[in-house]
């Protein structure tokens, strides 16, 4: 049998020890499940989002939590806790990082973005009457996605970071290559009047 047959032996019995009250295996269990998931969330949180926690806070948080009701845990599988914690720290992750997105002062717009009728002072200071007739006539026949990111970045001033949390894809990357093809679109439809 190999070494990794026996950890997951003596991790689904320790457990089952924690499961029936033993502190002793709840002390190991939270030892060995804190370093793992210390490690694999060291970097997930953003530098923007470290404000009053950090990594370790949340993963001791996640665990304390986890294990006050260890014993409404229904599968007696180590792996399945395994998953379980990692899932509540990537979760945790994601309330922080709103949280440090409303701390910001940017507030994230619910429902549907509109384009802004004579307002925005920014925007429209850096065009003239036509061409603002035209951005606003061609935003609102934009697809709902292209409409809030172009509303969100040119109206709002939203970076990458933000772009990609309001539409919920997997990097500011992502919504970079995503906006670009919007504001492509953007510009074909302001052309075409």
């Known amino acids: 049998m190999g070494s990794d ?15 029936r009250g033993s502190h002793p295996a709840v002390d190991v269990l939270f030892e060995r499940y804190r370093s793992w998931l210390r490690h694999w969330a060291r ?9 009053a926690v950090d990594t370790s806070d949340l993963v001791q948080e996640t665990l304390q939590r986890t294990f006050t009701h260890l014993t409404s845990f229904k599968s007696t599988q180590a792996r399945a806790l395994r998953v379980y914690l990692r899932r509540a720290v990537d ?23 509109r384009a802004s ?29 292209d409409r809030r990111l172009v509303v969100a970045r040119a109206e709002l001033g939203y970076n990458s970071a933000q772009l990609a949390f309001l539409e919920r894809l997997s990097s500011p990357a992502v919504a970079r290559v995503t906006l670009r093809r919007a504001m ?10």
Do not use: C
């Open 5 to 19: 047959s026996r950890d997951s032996t003596s991790e689904r019995h320790l457990l089952e020890r924690a499961r």
């Open 43 to 51: 970097g997930r949180l953003p530098r923007r989002a470290r404000g």
């Open 91 to 113: 979760n945790r992750i994601r309330d922080e990082m709103r949280r440090a997105t409303f701390r910001q002062g940017v507030i994230l717009p619910e429902g549907s973005v």
């Open 117 to 145: 009728d004579a307002s925005n002072p920014q925007l429209r200071r850096l065009i003239d009457d036509e061409t603002w007739r035209r951005y606003l006539d061609a935003v609102k026949r934009l697809p709902d996605r």
């Open 184 to 193: 492509l679109r953007l510009s074909a439809l302001m052309s075409d009047e």
